[in-house]
């Protein structure tokens, strides 16, 4: 694989439909029965496609005893049922607001409510922040735990990684000729353009195999969310030995904040 590799944006929503329209006939009571049985069927699909869970996650993994911290948890499936927090003795705990969203596309219905909290910090030290919990349908849901360390006031916090690269193979040793998937991942929490790889993919002593287009999706990494493109390629070893796999670098263009000129950065891996 040659030259450079651009990540792909999100691919937009298919736009649906079939450009076929039902008949006009009317029975009694005024409604098109294709219509009708188009929407009964619309309607069951889209509330079997209800997702439920719960997750948690926090602005910043590190501050100090005067920061304040952004908690937000989010209970996918309903938008009246209420998380259960873990036990936070080491902050004091101020709701600040809660959302609803509702979405359907492409016939799939999804129910969201963000709860959002302020957390101030009591004390130093290094805290689990516990699994969240929450009741839907008779079922109980818990979100991951995750660690969040206060410093002193005179300490400066690390500036947790905003973007970054992982690689990785689901069988290091493998036989000459057995299939390994190879996954190739780029995180982010901040958003960006112009995504380019400097390095090709190029594996010595590998035939390989592209499995699938750019993957994009969202997961959380010690309570912080991140936007993640991913690539995945199944490799063929050729010859007995060690054989190294490449180092990648990736450049891309930062979007900063408001009224901040854009910035380039780089991310590699080896």
């Given at each position: 694989m040659g030259g450079t590799r651009r990540i792909p944006p999100s691919p937009p929503f298919s736009k649906g439909g079939t450009g076929i329209h039902p008949d006009n006939s009317l029975p009694r009571g005024g409604v098109p029965i294709r219509s009708l049985l188009t929407f009964l069927l619309f309607t069951f699909l889209a509330t079997a496609s209800l997702a439920q869970g719960i997750r948690v996650t926090i602005d910043r993994g590190e501050a100090t005893i005067q920061d304040r911290l952004i908690l937000t948890v989010t209970v996918e499936g309903s938008q009246s049922a209420r998380p259960q927090l873990p036990e936070l003795s080491a902050f004091q705990v101020y709701s600040r607001g809660q959302q609803s969203q509702f979405n359907m596309v492409n016939g799939r219905t999804t129910l969201s409510a963000t709860y959002n909290y302020m957390l101030v910090p009591q004390r130093t030290g290094t805290f689990t922040i516990g699994p969240a919990s929450v009741e839907l349908d008779g079922r109980t849901?818990?979100?991951?735990?995750?660690?969040?360390?206060?410093?002193?006031?005179?300490?400066?916090?690390?500036?947790?990684?905003?973007?970054?690269?992982?690689?990785?193979?689901?069988?290091?040793?493998?036989?000459?000729?057995?299939?390994?998937?190879?996954?190739?991942?780029?995180?982010?929490?901040?958003?960006?353009?112009?995504?380019?790889?400097?390095?090709?993919?190029?594996?010595?002593?590998?035939?390989?195999?592209?499995?699938?287009?750019?993957?994009?999706?969202?997961?959380?990494?010690?309570?912080?969310?991140?936007?993640?493109?991913?690539?995945k390629k199944a490799l063929f070893p050729q010859e007995q030995g060690k054989l190294t796999l490449p180092a990648t670098q990736l450049q891309c263009q930062v979007l900063a904040a408001f009224g901040d000129p854009p910035r380039w950065g780089c991310a590699s891996r080896s």
């Open positions: 849901y818990q979100s991951q735990p995750f660690s969040v360390r206060i410093l002193d006031a005179s300490a400066t916090p690390k500036d947790a990684s905003t973007l970054f690269i992982t690689a990785q193979v689901a069988n290091p040793s493998p036989y000459v000729g057995e299939q390994v998937i190879y996954t190739w991942r780029f995180y982010r929490r901040v958003q960006v353009q112009d995504a380019q790889l400097l390095t090709p993919f190029a594996f010595e002593g590998f035939l390989v195999e592209d499995l699938g287009e750019v993957r994009e999706y969202t997961t959380t990494r010690g309570g912080q969310e991140f936007a993640v493109s991913e690539i």
